[in-house]
Nanobody, 125 residues
Framework: VQLQASGGGLVQPGGSLRLSCAAS????????VGWFRQAPGKEREFVAG????????HYADSVKGRSTISRDNAKNTVYLQMNSLKPEDTAVYYC???????????????????WGQGTLVTVSS
């Protein structure tokens, strides 16, 4: 499975962006997917996750209420809609897939097996 994240860019505070994570491979539809981000000088952190069928989602407190994760398995794509963006949301955003069947969404980086290359989101006026 190969993942490619896109949709980043420069946006003003209060603006919106939709990130996309496009995957190759038919097994992607069976994997949970997470979005992570890494700001300059900081560790990579979990942002949002979604189960294989979209039935369960989980968000970091820092983005809860401002972001929505969704997926279209017919298109092998997962989305992260981010609204009311703040300068502290500036980071490289990565999508990742967890191939193991779990009864819960994991937020741990080491549990994700496949990673995209990242897309830069800059929130600045």
């Amino acid at each position: 499975v190969q993942l490619q994240a896109s949709g980043g860019g420069l946006v003003q505070p209060g603006g919106s962006l939709r990130l996309s994570c496009a995957a190759s491979g038919r097994t992607f539809v069976y994997y949970a997917v997470g979005w992570f981000r890494q700001a300059p000088g900081k560790e990579r952190e979990f942002v949002a996750g979604i189960t294989w069928n979209g039935g369960n989602t989980h968000y970091a407190d820092s983005v809860k209420g401002r972001s929505t994760i969704s997926r279209d398995n017919a298109k092998n794509t997962v989305y992260l809609q981010m609204n009311s963006l703040k300068p502290e949301d500036t980071a490289v955003y990565y999508c990742a897939a967890d191939r193991r069947p779990r009864r819960y969404l994991t937020t741990l980086i080491q549990d994700y097996n496949y990673w995209g290359q990242g897309t830069l989101v800059t929130v600045s006026s």
